[in-house]
């Protein structure tokens, strides 16, 4: 392959090319296999590693990686495919493919392993590195999902009593072992974070050599203390529009920076936790979890949803004479429930969404409120007008009463489910339970019954009594 074709993904990889690979690694042609390995990005070798059919091959062609090489691939492929070639690779392999890593993939990739493998690797890293080793033991005893939990120990830091020269200097020092960095912290004697400087002043301030980085850093800094959850820290760099931010411990000394792609890959996370969570379910089951465990985990929210439903068949045998006498109100039942069941759960992702990303706030919760009836009322009126012709022109008797009682039935379904699916996340948000877990089956089942409720009620007084 030739270097230019490094500028093409390889993400669409054809049967053809793994047929190739793998008939190379059967042939144990290591040097073919590593020059076309030598044109491609990691993240490209990752899927070709992937997509390989048997683990043993997936394996081999790993083995040839050199350790920096290593150390990017094994973070990009699946889980189950990395879980095999932490099995099969020596604790000093292993060792030897971490060290390469920065310390908050390092430390993301050993809390993965179990505790036997990760204290070998972590001897083994003592050996190689006892400084890295240190920073990976400190980072791995947060809460993974703190700001100590995804910070990276790589950053740096220049004295405020320094130069412009000598902070230059610093850089220069520091820039094997930080790869990206957008901003300098300034910091005291004590290591305590006195402000902030960007790469483009200290470039531009280098025509000032001598003057110190306390003059020209920004005192105005944002920062956060290790213990603050990650949810926050991703509305702190969206609101502020930040690229990186530094991480201090209670005495307001600097131990680890944050960066955008920390940030991108918590964001994704949280929203991937939040849909599954609506569905009522676990984010990682499809990845980590057998089917008993998923069976597990989904059968109490569907057998309370099945205790939901089940109010609605209590509504319908109460209504059995109407049904016996108008079999067309059955055909018009699941489409009530339906649509305001839909109405609910769009407006309560639309309120969970909103909670997790600061637009919506609890003290001011009559807006969004506000907001969802006026849509609620225009989607009711369109909706209904519809269901109502629909019930007009399919109705044999009766034809005027029985479309205005579907109509009815929809226009007030659609807008409690409205007004449900937006006061219910934020009641719990208030209770201090996660808002997501008020969503979904629940959502869907209670308009079940309400949307039920309401068409039987509506057609009973309307047909019956007008």
Same mark, same amino acid.
């Given at each position: 392959m030739s270097?230019?074709?490094?500028?093409?993904?390889?993400?669409?990889?054809?049967?053809?090319?793994?047929e190739d690979i793998t008939e190379l690694i059967h042939d144990r042609s290591d040097a073919a296999l590593k020059n076309i390995l030598a044109d491609l990005y990691d993240f490209d070798i990752s899927v070709i590693i992937d997509n390989l059919k048997d683990d043993d091959d997936a394996c081999y062609l790993f083995s040839l990686l050199n350790d920096d090489t290593a150390s990017e691939v094994i973070l990009e492929i699946s889980d189950d495919r990395r879980e095999y070639f932490t099995e099969k690779l020596s604790g000093e392999k292993i060792s030897d493919i971490v060290s390469e890593m920065y310390s908050d993939d390092a430390t993301d990739f050993l809390s993965d392993l179990e505790e036997d493998k990760q204290e070998e690797v972590l001897g083994n890293l003592d050996k190689l590195d006892k400084d890295d080793s240190e920073e990976v033991r400190e980072l791995l005893s947060y809460d993974e999902n703190t700001a100590g939990g995804i910070m990276a120990k790589e950053y740096v830091a220049v004295n405020e009593n320094m130069t412009i020269a000598e902070a230059v200097k610093e850089v220069q020092l520091r820039a094997e072992d930080?790869?990206?960095?957008?901003?300098?912290w300034v910091v005291d004697d004590s290591n305590v974070l006195k402000?902030?400087?960007?790469?483009?002043?200290?470039?531009?301030?280098?025509?000032?050599?001598?003057a110190l980085t306390k003059e020209i850093m920004n005192e105005d800094v944002i920062y956060v203390e290790a213990?603050?959850?990650q949810e926050e820290i991703a509305k702190i760099f969206r609101s502020y529009d930040l690229v990186s931010m530094p991480v201090v411990d209670s005495n307001q000394r600097v131990i680890g920076k944050i960066t955008i792609d920390d940030v991108m890959d918590v964001m994704e996370e949280e929203y991937s936790e939040d849909v599954a969570r609506m569905a009522g379910t676990d984010a990682e089951e499809l990845e980590k979890k057998s089917p008993f465990e998923i069976a597990k985990l989904r059968l109490p929210w569907l057998m309370i949803t099945l205790l939901i439903e089940m109010f609605a068949v209590f509504v319908v045998s109460s209504h059995d004479e109407m049904l016996e006498k108008i079999i067309l109100l059955a055909a018009f039942m699941p489409i009530i429930s339906a649509i305001s069941g839909n109405t609910g759960l769009q407006s309560a992702a639309i309120v969970v969404r909103g909670l997790d990303t600061g637009n919506m706030m609890l003290k001011r919760w009559w807006e969004p409120l506000n907001r969802q009836i006026r849509t609620t009322l225009i989607i009711g009126t369109v909706i209904g007008l519809a269901v109502g012709l629909m019930g007009y022109l399919l109705s044999d008797a009766n034809k005027v009463?029985?479309?205005? #009682?579907?109509?009815? +039935?929809?226009?007030?379904?659609i807008n409690i489910a409205g007004i449900i699916g937006t006061? #219910?996340?934020?009641? +719990?948000?208030?209770?201090g339970f996660d808002p997501a877990l008020t969503s979904g089956p629940f959502e869907t089942a209670f308009q079940d019954v309400i949307g039920i409720t309401v068409f039987l009620t509506v057609s009973t007084y309307l047909l019956s009594h007008v």
């Amino acid at each position: 392959m030739s270097p230019d074709k490094k500028n093409k993904s390889v993400l669409e990889v054809d049967d053809e090319l793994l047929e190739d690979i793998t008939e190379l690694i059967h042939d144990r042609s290591d040097a073919a296999l590593k020059n076309i390995l030598a044109d491609l990005y990691d993240f490209d070798i990752s899927v070709i590693i992937d997509n390989l059919k048997d683990d043993d091959d997936a394996c081999y062609l790993f083995s040839l990686l050199n350790d920096d090489t290593a150390s990017e691939v094994i973070l990009e492929i699946s889980d189950d495919r990395r879980e095999y070639f932490t099995e099969k690779l020596s604790g000093e392999k292993i060792s030897d493919i971490v060290s390469e890593m920065y310390s908050d993939d390092a430390t993301d990739f050993l809390s993965d392993l179990e505790e036997d493998k990760q204290e070998e690797v972590l001897g083994n890293l003592d050996k190689l590195d006892k400084d890295d080793s240190e920073e990976v033991r400190e980072l791995l005893s947060y809460d993974e999902n703190t700001a100590g939990g995804i910070m990276a120990k790589e950053y740096v830091a220049v004295n405020e009593n320094m130069t412009i020269a000598e902070a230059v200097k610093e850089v220069q020092l520091r820039a094997e072992d930080v790869d990206q960095f957008y901003n300098l912290w300034v910091v005291d004697d004590s290591n305590v974070l006195k402000g902030i400087m960007s790469l483009k002043r200290l470039i531009v301030s280098m025509q000032t050599p001598d003057a110190l980085t306390k003059e020209i850093m920004n005192e105005d800094v944002i920062y956060v203390e290790a213990g603050t959850d990650q949810e926050e820290i991703a509305k702190i760099f969206r609101s502020y529009d930040l690229v990186s931010m530094p991480v201090v411990d209670s005495n307001q000394r600097v131990i680890g920076k944050i960066t955008i792609d920390d940030v991108m890959d918590v964001m994704e996370e949280e929203y991937s936790e939040d849909v599954a969570r609506m569905a009522g379910t676990d984010a990682e089951e499809l990845e980590k979890k057998s089917p008993f465990e998923i069976a597990k985990l989904r059968l109490p929210w569907l057998m309370i949803t099945l205790l939901i439903e089940m109010f609605a068949v209590f509504v319908v045998s109460s209504h059995d004479e109407m049904l016996e006498k108008i079999i067309l109100l059955a055909a018009f039942m699941p489409i009530i429930s339906a649509i305001s069941g839909n109405t609910g759960l769009q407006s309560a992702a639309i309120v969970v969404r909103g909670l997790d990303t600061g637009n919506m706030m609890l003290k001011r919760w009559w807006e969004p409120l506000n907001r969802q009836i006026r849509t609620t009322l225009i989607i009711g009126t369109v909706i209904g007008l519809a269901v109502g012709l629909m019930g007009y022109l399919l109705s044999d008797a009766n034809k005027v009463r029985f479309g205005l #009682s579907v109509a009815v +039935s929809m226009f007030i379904s659609i807008n409690i489910a409205g007004i449900i699916g937006t006061i #219910s996340p934020m009641i +719990s948000k208030r209770l201090g339970f996660d808002p997501a877990l008020t969503s979904g089956p629940f959502e869907t089942a209670f308009q079940d019954v309400i949307g039920i409720t309401v068409f039987l009620t509506v057609s009973t007084y309307l047909l019956s009594h007008v």
